[in-house]
């Protein structure tokens, strides 16, 4: 497929050098073999990373983006997130997930279906506060406890700890109560991969800042999808990026010379199992 449209493909290795002056990109391999690449356009689609908060317990070693998680937390994030949840369902009798957001139901819903008692720890007052007002969310709160999940609002937790001396592994709320937990599901939100573009000497805010045609602040270097921010916007789902793949690809072809991104109309939908609902429009 890529071949028959003239794309060349690179896997099993990362860029890990931009040189914006003389239009150069560095890729290092696997093996640590490096190689130079030159372009004349450069985009960043970096996407993001699960945010797990640095909380004592939650890392096996210092907290940090790229840090190891501790056995029985796992951050839902990827298909491979997704099947090492699957296998952690399997002996935990309890789970805790960290976040009331769509990925923190889905996974919450999800639990529950293979047995699992839930807790869903969300520091707002109602779940997915980012895409409904607060009579949506007290309905979807209600829905939410229907279905068996226990819902913790208005809270963080602020330590965790496994098993030991008989007593079960546990994770600590801001009130100082104790929760059951074999397992920890981190669904707490995104953090953009900007780490590139902060060594390119991009203007990076909460993530790459564009324009309306997907610019950076650098000549020739554009960004979308999670790793850009758009308008004070950062992305979280995957049309906006879809949507400015198409914009941008018109931008660089000249197809539409005078091709913007004005921004994605927010279509939310949150798929879980016995809970039936759609987001449309900004929340104020």
């Known amino acids: 497929w890529w071949a028959a449209r003239h794309v060349d493909v690179v896997t099993g290795a990362r860029v890990t050098a931009v040189d914006t002056a003389a ?42 983006p790229d840090a190891s998680l501790a056995e029985g937390v796992v951050a839902f994030r990827t298909v491979d997130d997704s099947s090492r949840i699957v296998e952690a369902a399997e002996s935990a009798s309890t789970a805790v997930v960290l976040g009331g957001g769509l990925l923190g139901l ?29 009579d949506g969310g007290a309905v979807l709160t209600r829905v939410v406890r229907g279905i068996g999940a226990r819902l913790v ?40 991969r900007t780490d590139l573009a902060v060594a390119m000497g991009l203007d990076v805010d909460r993530a790459v800042v564009v324009d309306d045609r997907l610019a950076t602040s650098v000549p020739h270097v554009h960004a979308i999808g999670e790793c850009s921010q758009h308008r004070g916007e950062v992305p979280g789902l995957v049309q906006p990026g879809w949507d400015q793949a198409r914009v941008l690809a018109d931008v660089l072809t000249g197809a539409d010379a005078d091709a913007t991104y004005e921004g994605t109309s927010v279509l939310t939908r949150l798929k879980a199992h016995d809970i039936d609902l759609a987001s449309m429009g900004t929340v104020d």
């Open 153 to 192: 609002l208005g809270q963080l937790v602020t330590a965790r700890h496994p098993a030991r001396d008989g007593e079960p592994a546990h994770v600590v709320l801001s009130d100082g109560s104790a929760v059951a937990a074999d397992l920890v599901v981190g669904a707490a939100g995104v953090r953009p």
């Open 106 to 134: 889905e996974a919450a819903r999800g639990l529950l279906a293979r047995g699992v008692e839930v807790t869903i720890v969300h520091p707002q007052d109602f779940p997915m506060d980012r895409q409904l007002d607060v």
């Open 23 to 64: 239009r150069v990109a560095t890729l290092t391999d696997a093996d640590g073999t490096e190689r130079t690449i030159a372009w004349d356009e450069l985009v960043l689609a970096t996407g993001s990373t699960a945010f797990v908060p640095p909380t004592e317990g939650l890392y096996a070693g210092t907290p940090g």
